[in-house]
């Protein structure tokens, strides 16, 4: 019964997609990635990189969409290093994204206590306002006014990048360097460039997930906000079998779960100990990809690093 | 731009290159590193200077680096073993704290009594406890790799976080220690079960010598046994080791348990020698630091060594330095980050090196 009340109020519907719009915008992040060929396990720390960066920027002064941009275009650097690393250097695509993880997240914690030497409680900022104008919208009204403009942002960004993959030249050219990169080649595309063009591109959009929660769900830049929503999302992307559409089915039935937990976490008078539901979101998508594995049909080249003329 | 230069494989590794690859890797980590310390307006040459002293400078600072050091040579050697066999085992974080759990679940005082077993049967049960609670936990995702093709990268990762949420369970449960006045800590270890002091008057123990033991143990292992040589064949190609009737997956689960249970002991070697109960900030991050420590090592257990200490150099310098001088102790994680990045691409320099692409 408890439940079933649950489902029919709109407050548990806004939770939900709050809860999904970091993990739509990081998914997509891998999904453009590894649609080249390149497994980017750089999100987790490129998040915290895009929410410490954004957050600075507006609490220097900056307006919020600005602040957006700042955090695409550091989670776009740290993109570039990877793609450097494993594109045009051809290191372990595992190893250097683990590199770049460790390092993004080291270098924003880093820059916070430099920037912050002293402070206990975290400096706040204006975040997004909700958007209470589209209210009257009937049915999906109520649950889009809870949410900000970054969701918004995040809803179109899903077309977007399956318009961009399957309904351009660029897009075919990309998925083409991630599963015959040798063809591709031949087709007198730059396997080089195109790859490091869909890293950086996808790191600017997992840049950006992270810096909803600063910009968004939260004001401030606390440590571990991240906390696995990273690797999460690359788990979601085997989830998705690599297409936008099905990401962001994913990631809402990833985050419909998550709200669900979070609300009987609280109704349910601690029947069982709240590890057990926080744990609930590791084991779903650990379910995701022993479900989805076998009928997976990943990107040929994922991985597999491509140096012209050599095998 | 992008292609007028190209890789090319040496027809032989550099010899030299080789050598001097962690030389240029280091020196390059702590160039970039000159440049943090600058932005955050200290001394460069004094802020280097209190790490190595913090880090070895005094007798006391020597012991702190090798308490340091002794769970990261484990966690090192768990990696290095998984990696080598292409298994990617990043879940050394839960597999420590798991192995922790585990060696108290066996040694502690429950109730404020231990097991009643003999002191060396019981110290040796809490050992196997702590190495198979490891190993068990790494089989789960090496079996669905080797059944199922799942990415054992993300499930390894992902543990680690179930796994803190489980000891996170069990202090507030089960194995919470009710004299610890409500702060989440277990039960302690029966006194009789705690490890030797190595250096007088310091933290150090003697589970630095059980950590470098069985550094030996692993280069035997891959050097002089059938199974070492089946790891690294497997590891350099799966499917020609198929072909050549290797058995595959039996290698990669042998390879799970002995990478799972040298983390798992990492964990039992902590409580034993240092913390005596668990808590949840016993690691801080000795199973990340561990993938690094591997990879600064190209994966030689011996080097493991070597490369641990100066990983638990730069972390127990950089606390000792952030307490003199204002030089956040993050520091110590940008380095260890950087000396990564920058090895893998020294590593790679000794086997490639770059040609300038003719005119066309």
Known sequence: METLDLLGSAAFWVAMLRIATPLILGTLGVLLCERAGVLNLGIEGIMVAGAFSGWLAVYLGAPLPVGVLVAAVVGGLFGLLHAVLTVMLGLSQHVSGLGVTMLASSLSYFAYRVSFPKVETPPTI????????????????????????????????????????YRTPVGLALRMVGENPAAAEGQGLSVTRLRIGAIVAGSALMGVAGSFLTLSAFNAFFFNMINGRGWICVALVVFASWRPGKALAGALLFAFFDALQLRLQQSSGASLPYQVYLMIPYILSILALVVMARRAAYPQALMKPYRKGER | MIGAWRLERRTEPSRTATALAPLAAIAFTLLVCAALVAWAGAPIGQTYALLFDGAFGSRFAISETLTRATPLILTGLACAVAFRARLFNIG??????????AAVAVGGM?????????????????????ALAGAVWLLIPALMKAKLGVDEVVTTLLGNFIVLLIVSMMLDGPMKDPMAMGWPQSVALASDLELGKLIERTRAHTGLLWAAGLAVVVWLVNRYTVFGFRMRAVGANAHASKFLGLPVTRVMIGTALLSGALAGLAGAIEVAGRTSYVTLDMSPGYGYSGVVVAMLAALHPLGVVAAAVFVAGVLVGADSMSRAIAVPNYIADVIVATALLSMLVAMLFSQYRLRRMGAA
């Open chain 1, 126 to 165: 204006t975040p997004f306002a909700e958007m209470h104008w589209l209210d009257g919208i009937p049915i999906i009204g109520p649950v889009l006014g809870g949410q900000t403009p970054m969701t918004l942002f995040a809803l179109l960004a899903v077309p977007a990048i399956a318009w961009l993959l």
């Open chain 2, 92 to 101: 050394a974080e839960g597999q420590l704290y798991l192995g922790a759990l």
């Open chain 2, 110 to 130: 429950h109730g404020g009594e231990a097991l009643d077993w003999p002191m060396p049967v019981l110290f040796a049960a809490m050992m196997a406890a702590a």
